[in-house]
């Protein structure tokens, strides 16, 4: 699959730091995008690192707060050791004042975007990378793509309305998303769409938001800016907790939707 543009753009710096030579040579090893999204709500923001290698690794992940994601980043494609930190000061411009959270190998394939949520405990030393693959396909024309990834510890259902006020009935767009889980994407019209999230089989809204429109401006390069009026746009709509009582997520009192771009348009999207 083609990585979105920010992607593309990120590849040449990348290149230029790994090795001297022509990013689109023959030596360029087999490349993945790479996202973090930080799930942790009982801990302060995160670092992740990579620590095997320099070459064709991306620097990315510093002071990544909850509910936050980074861009895609195009890193070597094979398995890669990652440390997540955690920072122990209230100011996480202080150096030497982190704590290692996990220290793990992924699995970056090639060739395709791939989303790893970081979730679990920090206080419980649950913590864990998760893989997402973030695959859209071809938006049919005229369309946007939307799924829904469920970040929190109880099962949900999700409902796409017109806005973020607009009352809920009938069947859910996603029903029973279980923690931790991935709905497939589904087509809807370019417009107005948003999100709102309720537990499984329950009434009442538990947190709703409204996609992002696309950028005013003309378009520059082989895409168009992403956003719920922009046909060829693709998004995970992710749902996270409230933060835990008495840790550094203390302020953040209840659950929230974020939305993330998993695709730009692409040339002819919008016939």
Known sequence: MRFPRIALLTLGLVAAIGCDDDPTSASRPPLGGVR????????????????????????????LAF?????YEP???????VKVFAFLSSNPSLPNVTQLLLETTINVPANQNTTFLVTGSARNKTVELIPITDDPGQVPAGQILVRSVNASTGA????????????????????????????PYVGRAAGAVAARVTPSDAVTVSASRAGPAAPSGPATGATAAAGIDSPGSAFSVYYFPAGVAGSPQNGVTTPGVVWFVDAQPRPGSAQ
């Open 67 to 71: 509910r936050a994601g980074t861009a």
């Open 75 to 81: 890193t070597e494609a094979k398995e890669r050791r």
């Open 36 to 63: 973090f999204i930080n799930a942790l709500n009982d801990t302060t923001p995160i670092d992740i690192n990579f620590t095997d290698q320099i070459e064709w690794t991306p620097m990315m992940g510093r002071n």
């Open 156 to 183: 949900v259902d999700v409902y796409y309305t017109a806005t973020d006020a607009t009352p809920i009935s009938g069947a859910p767009s996603v029903d029973n998303l279980a923690p931790r889980g991935t709905s």
